[in-house]
């Protein structure tokens, strides 16, 4: 079995500055974690080239983000950030590289761009990695890909993505819209046959919670049959994260990612993690640490 950890000091460049909820040390510290695990060899990334992008993305966006000229209050975009992103989504290729090299599992914590649109930079996210790797997969022969989201705000870009799209299903679990961003979207009346919304109130327990979501996984992969998994790991609902207010625990994390990785075991694919949110330091790294390690031990 082989595993990996897609890294190098250069993701650090992935940051929007003194002051912005996302800042890069998060993964430094989340990759200095998972140095601690044994078996998790660590793989250089590589810049994903403007082609590989625009599987995704629009040229014209492409363009105005190498010029320095997208962005939003929340997404701020200069010049710089351009190659830090491309690398970035490179990072999550190489992840998805591995799996076609025959390793169970990749992981990219400077990754998980769930909100960025095909034209459109939002909530932190300048390019759409998991959109990017899901398609990436495609071409290299991974025809089904199963998205499981479960950062506190909804995988919206993803979503709108690949909306009525039969080869991915994307499924995401998240801080009900109505109390948090992205506020549009999210909902349970935009499920359909390839996508599933599980909102969660910030009045739900967490016991309640898991007794509702988690049989929702082996449920909606098994009958789906895919080829590869990715999943958008983020731990932004932890119950002290200051981005959200679920009530979640150190448990739900450990089941959620024991149940996905049993799953994965069980349906014989192999699966990438990718970051996301999670703005508690250093308990994010933690969180992440012990979300990988229980995919190393289960799968
Ligand atoms: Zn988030």
């Known amino acids: ?30 990759f200095e974690e998972l140095l601690r695990i044994d078996s998790l060899e660590v793989v250089k990334p590589r810049y994903a080239t403007e082609d590989e992008i625009a599987l995704v993305h ?41 799996l076609k090299e025959g390793y169970k599992l990749s992981v990219n914590l400077c990754g ?6 095909e ?34 705000h909804h995988g919206d870009g993803t979503q709108r ?11 995401s679990i998240h801080q009900h819209p109505a109390t948090q961003y992205p506020y549009v979207s999210g909902y349970e009346s935009e499920n359909d046959e390839t996508n599933l919304n599980v909102p969660l109130m910030p009045s739900d327990s967490e016991q ?8 929702l996984i082996p449920q909606f992969v098994k009958p ?12 932004d609902g932890y119950r002290e994260d200051p981005m959200s207010s679920l009530d979640l625990s150190d448990r739900f994390y450990d089941s959620i990612s024991r149940i996905v990785a049993r799953c994965a075991k069980n349906n014989g694919f192999p699966v990438i993690l990718l970051g996301g949110g999670g703005f508690n330091f250093p308990k994010t790294a933690q969180l992440w640490r012990m979300i990988v390690e229980n995919f190393v031990r289960e799968m």
């Open 58 to 98: 629009d040229k014209e966006y492409i363009k105005s983000v190498k010029e320095g000229k997208a962005g939003d209050l929340d997404t701020p975009i200069s010049k710089e950030i351009f190659d830090p992103a491309r690398l970035s989504v490179g990072a999550t290729l190489r992840g998805v590289e591995l």
């Open 208 to 215: 309640e919670i898991m007794k509702r979501v988690l049989p």
């Open 112 to 117: 998980g761009w769930h909100h960025a649109f």
């Open 1 to 30: 079995m082989k595993f990996a950890v897609v890294w190098s000091d250069e993701l650090l460049s992935y940051d929007f500055g003194p002051g912005h909820p996302l800042r890069s040390d998060r993964c430094k510290i989340g």
């Open 224 to 235: 789906f049959r895919p080829d590869l998994m990715i999943v958008q790991m983020g731990v």
């Open 161 to 171: 993505i690949f909306k009525g799209d039969r080869n991915v299903f994307t499924m």
């Open 119 to 152: 034209n459109k930079a939002r909530g932190f996210c300048i390019f759409n990695d998991v959109a990017i790797g899901a398609r990436y997969a495609q071409v290299l022969g991974f025809k089904k890909v199963f998205i499981i989201d479960w950062d506190v």
